[in-house]
Every structure is written in structure tokens, then in C-alpha cells.
């Protein structure tokens, strides 16, 4: 009897081990999931983060290995305002329809240097004007060249559509008034550049007349006066309609 006792006492003792042996199991094998599920999640997160910088990284290489089209001939002076004349024709009833008026004279300037007169853009650098004969630094430094531009603003005077109101001396006494008088200061004053490449560029300045534009040094150096941080970059406009115009207008000439 006394060993049947002891028996049952021993087993109710190894019992009793066992079970309290299981929650210490069942802590590490939980401890262990978790473990490989945190590592899983991180993987994944990596993995996603991975992707999404690869992305990121392979979208601005390819912006930044693209390239606008390149020019494709030298277009003389008459063809050049005879492309802005119908640009700004085409955009004569846009402006009405937006109560905006438009005008052509996007760039001007007083006295200056003879160096080359430019614009920057997203694309690279454009010229505007040269002043000289000799290469300040020249056409051939440029890898666009404006074919002219027309400017969008709200008139004080209501006018919409087409204008030469910016011509009266009353309203432009001299080259630094530029648009000042005509145009509402509390409006955008946004300006586009025609380029040679077949691309519309455009920027919101200010309403003077060579606001956003620089000039090279009397040597050809574009940055005798002006350090690159402190340009202002004329974007590819998001106009479709007038990127679509300007290519249908030079397939005209080339």
C-alpha cells in the first residue's frame, strides 16, 4: 500500500514538472514566431523601400538623361516673327476666353554689355539674343535658341486678347516701366519662350521687361554677373495646346 503511495506520489510530481515545463515551451516557440515575423515584415519593408528607391532613383535618371529635341536649323530673323505672330495669333482667343491679355514682347532690356543675352531652362541654357558679332560666347554655346515668346497678364485697363498697350508712352514712358502700368501686380505675369527645339517654355516673373533673363559678360562669360543658384529656371510648359501649336507652326518651316 505504502508503494502504491509512493508511486502515485512520484508520478503526481513528474506530472506536475511537465506541465510547468510547457508555458516556458509555448513562450519561446511564441518569442520565435514573432521573431521571424518581425524579420519577415522587415524584409518586406526593405524590400518595398528597395523598390521604391530603385524607382525614384531610375525615374530621375531617366529626367535627367532626357533630353528636349534637338534644333534643327538656323531660322533667320523675318522667320522668327513670323512664328511669333501666329503663336500669338493662335493665342489671341485663349487670353479672351481666360479675360487675360497677351502680347508679344517678352523680352527687352536698356543699356548693357555686348554679351549674349539668356534664359535658363530645364533643358539647358537658351539664347535670346547676341549683340556682337564676335562669340560672347556665340550661337554655337548654346543648345537652344529662342524664337521669340509673348507674355499673359491681367490688364488694370480690362483689356483682353491681343494688346500693344504696353507701347503707348503713357503707359510705358521708358524700357524699366515695362509692363508695370498695364499689368495687375496681384495677377500672375507669366512669360513663354519659343525655342528652337519645338518647345514652350515657361515661367512666372515679375512684369519688367528682361525679368528673367541675363547677359553675359563683355568676355562671354555667362556668369560675370550672376551666379547659377540664383537663375530662374523657365520650365517645358504643361500647355499642351501650345506645345501642340508651336510643333504645327514649325513643320511648317522645316
Given amino acids: 500500500m505504502k508503494k502504491q503511495m509512493i508511486f502515485l506520489g512520484l508520478s503526481f510530481l513528474l506530472l506536475s514538472g ?3 515545463n510547457e508555458p516556458t ?5 511564441t518569442s520565435t514566431t514573432d521573431t521571424i515575423s518581425q524579420s519577415e515584415a522587415s524584409s518586406s519593408s526593405t524590400k518595398i523601400s528597395s ?8 525615374s530621375e ?3 535627367n538623361s532626357s533630353t528636349a529635341p534637338t534644333a534643327v536649323r538656323v531660322y533667320s530673323e523675318a522667320e522668327k516673327q513670323a512664328i511669333t505672330e501666329t ?5 489671341d482667343s485663349r487670353a479672351k476666353t481666360a479675360g487675360m491679355a497677351v502680347n508679344s514682347n517678352y523680352f527687352d532690356h536698356g543699356a548693357s554689355g555686348i554679351g549674349d543675352w539668356y534664359a535658363v531652362t530645364s533643358d539647358g541654357l537658351i539664347q535670346v539674343q547676341q549683340q556682337s558679332e564676335n562669340e560672347l560666347p556665340g550661337y554655337n554655346a548654346f543648345p537652344l535658341h529662342s524664337l521669340g515668346g509673348i507674355v499673359w497678364y491681367y490688364s488694370v485697363n480690362g483689356v483682353t486678347g491681343i494688346t500693344d498697350e504696353v507701347d503707348d ?3 510705358s514712358p521708358s524700357t524699366a516701366v515695362g509692363f508695370s ?5 496681384q495677377q500672375p505675369f507669366t512669360k513663354y519662350i519659343l525655342a528652337d527645339n519645338g518647345v514652350v517654355y515657361e515661367a512666372q516673373t515679375s512684369s519688367a521687361f528682361s525679368d528673367g533673363f541675363y547677359v553675359a559678360g563683355d568676355d562671354g562669360n555667362l ?32
Wanted: hydrophobic share 25%; net charge negative.
Fill in 18 to 20: 511537465c506541465q510547468k
Fill in 25 to 29: 515551451t509555448s513562450s519561446s516557440s
Fill in 51 to 58: 523598390t521604391t528607391t530603385s524607382t525614384t532613383v531610375s
Fill in 61 to 63: 535618371a531617366s529626367t
Fill in 87 to 91: 503663336f500669338l495669333t493662335w493665342a
Fill in 169 to 171: 508712352p503713357q503707359n
Fill in 181 to 185: 502700368n498695364v499689368a495687375d501686380s
Fill in 223 to 254: 556668369y560675370t554677373y550672376y551666379s547659377p543658384e540664383s537663375q530662374l529656371v523657365f520650365q517645358k510648359s504643361q500647355d499642351t495646346a501650345a506645345q501642340t501649336e508651336l510643333q504645327s507652326i514649325l513643320s511648317q518651316y522645316n
